[in-house]
């Protein structure tokens, strides 16, 4: 079956997160392969849209909007999103006023989608949660304008296949950090 994207669209590769390998894609947009569909197929493929679909309802205009695009009956997928200038959200950032009331509405709708739902967003993303001095939240960013916008969508859930177990514990290991560095953002001075 024929891929839904277009190969000689795509052009160098810009980075890496904890999930995808992310390349230009065309003058003004990015490409992102997930490394977790490679490796489980059409049940990353499903949590990835459910993903999405909950990520748009809690944090609505917070979301940048993302083509998902599916082949092989839905084993394998790519997502589509507009390239932008932005860069992480630091702690240093939430001194300005515009930046921490968008940051306070970001934690409350969080707050809100865990309580109703007993789930997770991923904020702080790969290098949010590696760093060995976490200053910033790599899922969250800030635009040029002073606007931010989650380009990640991942919620920290995962019911994991045999060969998954590697990744629950991850995901286990996430929330449990993502908990304490959240605490250390929202008290940040």
Known sequence: MQKPYNKNKIGKFIGWGGEHLVFAYGANSVIKFSLHVWLSGQSAVEKLKKDY??????????ILPTDILTWKNSRKVVEIQEKIECRFLEKKDLKDHLIKKQFDDIIQRYQKMEQETGLLF???GREGLLGL????ISNILVTPSNNLILIDFTILE???????????????WAKRRQRRLLERFRNAK
Do not use: S
């Open 122 to 124: 991923d904020l702080f």
């Open 158 to 172: 995962l019911k994991p296949l045999i060969r998954e177990i590697p990744l629950w514990l991850i995901v286990q």
């Open 53 to 62: 679909e909950l990520g748009q309802k809690y944090f609505g205009q917070y």
């Open 133 to 136: 001095r976490p200053n910033k």
